[in-house]
């Protein structure tokens, strides 16, 4: 059985999402012929890193620097969950390391950034992938099956939205997604998802609020912080058969906790997903006969569940889905690339050309929400 060797970066929240993967991998997909297995733990601080090392037990090795994972010859993957500023140096080193890459979405801070990644990338061979999570959830892969089988038609329009209300209690303390702003974080998951189902978005018109401008730099501190990323995205996009839309992301929606939204409609059919609810695909068979009294014509709730495909086994299908299972599929699919020695997707480029439209919507709404291309 093949083992494959992971050096993690970064043990916040989501580094201990990522390994959770790692370790319970096994009991998901059965059979497996490989195991993964967290050999480093790099965080900034000495005793942060031996913590996480406690926490995941075994014989991992805690770092401090980075370079000790990417720069390690007997390291095969190179997970990158640290915060957003942190992504472009590790993704370099271990891009010129010729390493396996998992990394945190968004690709990198900046365009600029993304620029320097792209600039190497004709170079690196390895597999890649971002942690574009809501691609791997069972109702969204129906989704995409039925477009791609032509169920929808040609699409007529979209609304999408991912609303949260964590930003909503101005006490709430600064922090780097506060820093970095709404589009880097949920942005990125709603308009990737978008373009995944319906295709590339050619131009946006968007405009974005900053619902409070200081916030405390720690709970309860007297201190204030500026907040320069945005609590609020409010855009219209066009896509290439010239399908107009709506996409909303939002820290600042109260009465939401993670409420992800997308309806596409097209000349054959609809899809929708309801927020809270990745358990069902909702369908609508446009051609289906409308008589007599409407006939068979309506909405078909899909029971989508957690039916992956096999080896996939764990736990049932039937049994309500969880937002970490999406994490968990989503390292699977990047692992199995790995194994298999195939290239996966969304990869480096895709989080290349995402970076790139989220700098669209920014540039927009700078300039007062005017139309701009995506190149």
Request: net charge negative; charged share 20%; glycine share 10%.
């Amino acid at each position: 059985m093949e083992k494959i060797r992971v050096g993690l970066i970064g043990f916040g929240f989501i580094g201990k999402v990522h390994s959770y993967g790692y370790r319970e991998m096994p009991l998901f997909y059965d059979p497996l012929p490989w195991r993964s297995e967290i050999t480093k733990v790099c965080t900034a601080h000495e005793a942060t890193a031996q913590h996480a090392c406690e926490q995941l037990g075994g014989s991992v090795v805690p770092v401090t620097d980075y370079r000790e994972i990417t720069e390690d010859p007997e390291i095969d993957v190179v997970d990158i969950s640290s915060p957003n500023g942190a992504h472009c140096e590790a993704l370099l080193s271990a891009m010129a390391h010729g390493k396996h890459i998992f990394c945190e979405k968004p690709l990198t801070r900046s365009m600029e950034e993304a620029h320097q990644v792209g600039d190497v990338l004709k170079d690196y061979h390895g597999i890649s992938q971002l942690t574009l999570i809501y691609r791997f959830f069972p109702c969204v892969l129906r989704a995409k099956q039925l477009i791609d089988a032509g169920r929808v038609g040609d699409i007529l329009e979209f609304h999408a939205s991912f609303l949260h209300s964590g930003s909503v209690d101005p006490s709430a303390p600064f922090s780097f997604k506060l820093a970095d702003g709404v589009v880097a974080d949920l942005g990125s998951h709603i308009l990737d998802l978008l373009q995944y189902l319906a295709g590339s978005i050619v131009s946006i018109q968007a405009r974005t609020r900053i619902a409070f401008t200081q916030r405390p730099v720690a709970r309860g501190s007297q201190e204030m912080a500026q907040v320069t990323g945005e609590d609020g995205m409010y855009c219209l996009a066009t896509l290439a058969n010239g399908a107009l839309g709506t996409i909303t992301a939002s820290k600042i929606a109260t009465g939401t906790e993670d409420a992800l939204t997308l309806e596409i409609r097209g000349t054959r059919g609809a899809i929708r997903l309801e927020p809270m609810n990745l358990q069902q695909l909702f369908f609508y068979d446009q051609l289906a006969p409308a008589a007599p009294i409407g006939g068979l014509r309506g909405w078909t709730a899909i029971d989508c569940g957690q039916r992956y495909d096999k080896p996939a086994g764990f736990p049932t299908p039937k049994s309500v889905l969880g937002w970490l299972r999406g994490h968990v599929h989503c390292l699977y699919h990047f692992l199995q690339g790995v194994y298999e020695e195939r290239p996966v997707h969304p990869d480096i480029a895709d989080g290349i050309r995402l970076q790139r439209l989220m700098e669209a919507v920014k540039s927009s709404a700078l300039q007062g929400g005017q139309d701009v291309r995506v190149l």
